[in-house]
């Protein structure tokens, strides 16, 4: 989705993930109305043609491309389908965005996010350093992990303190590192990545060299 994000980016990712009775949308980041309109249709298309439910929206941290969309989505989906939905996130992004939005439930690290028969689990992995409460989810079963920002498709991860910190990113990364079976990563910004413990070294290399 089209966003004010940083240079070089122009783009956030926003991922809808579908199990078979409900499905999450992940980082709605659009201010834009065409942008949210077009998302609005999606996850509409999605709940009328497949039947599925939308079950949370879900944030992998506080900055404003990647949470700007969430009010608008839920008036559409409560004008449209009668319900608001849950907005969930860490503790660390929820206080960090109190008095500007909501957040519904707090998402702890290591908590498994089931969706309808357990097809699909994601683990939540807290992975500080580009913001203080940012979050990572891990599919075990595929190997695939939404990388938020810790990870994008091209430039550097913008670690500006004192919401940023360089030590907790490197740490971030290497936990990101040891998963077993990692097999892409979908970032916050541009295409994945299909070779991803090759961008997680790269990346932390380049991380520790900055910081010394």
């Keep these: 989705m089209r966003t004010p ?18 499905f999450l949308i992940v980082d709605p980041g659009s201010p834009y109305e065409d942008e949210q309109a077009a998302l609005a249709e999606c996850v509409d298309d999605l709940i009328r043609k497949d039947g599925t439910g939308s079950r949370e929206i879900v944030l992998t941290h506080v900055h404003p491309d990647h ?9 559409f989906l409560e004008t449209n389908h009668g ?5 969930a996130a860490h503790r660390l992004t929820a206080e960090s965005l109190k008095g500007h939005l909501d957040v519904d439930r707090f998402i702890e690290d290591d908590e498994v996010i089931t969706l309808g028969d357990d097809s699909i689990g994601l683990r939540a992995l807290y992975t500080p350093g580009h913001a203080r409460g940012h979050l990572c989810f891990y599919d075990e079963r595929t190997g695939a992990l939404l990388s938020g920002d810790n990870i994008v498709g091209f430039g550097s991860v913008l670690i500006d303190p004192p919401d940023g910190n360089m030590r907790d990113y490197l740490a971030s990364l290497a936990r990101m590192r040891a998963l077993p079976n990692l097999s892409v990563l979908f970032g916050g910004h541009d ?3 299909l070779i991803p413990t090759r961008r997680l070294t790269n990346t932390s290399r380049t991380g520790s060299n900055a910081k010394n």
Excluded: F, M, Q
């Design 5 to 22: 994000t940083k240079p070089p980016a122009t783009h956030t990712n926003c991922y809808l993930i579908s199990g078979s009775e409900e």
């Design 67 to 75: 949470v700007a969309g969430v009010d608008a989505l839920n008036a």
């Design 191 to 193: 295409h994945p990545s």
């Design 83 to 87: 319900r608001r939905v849950p907005v």
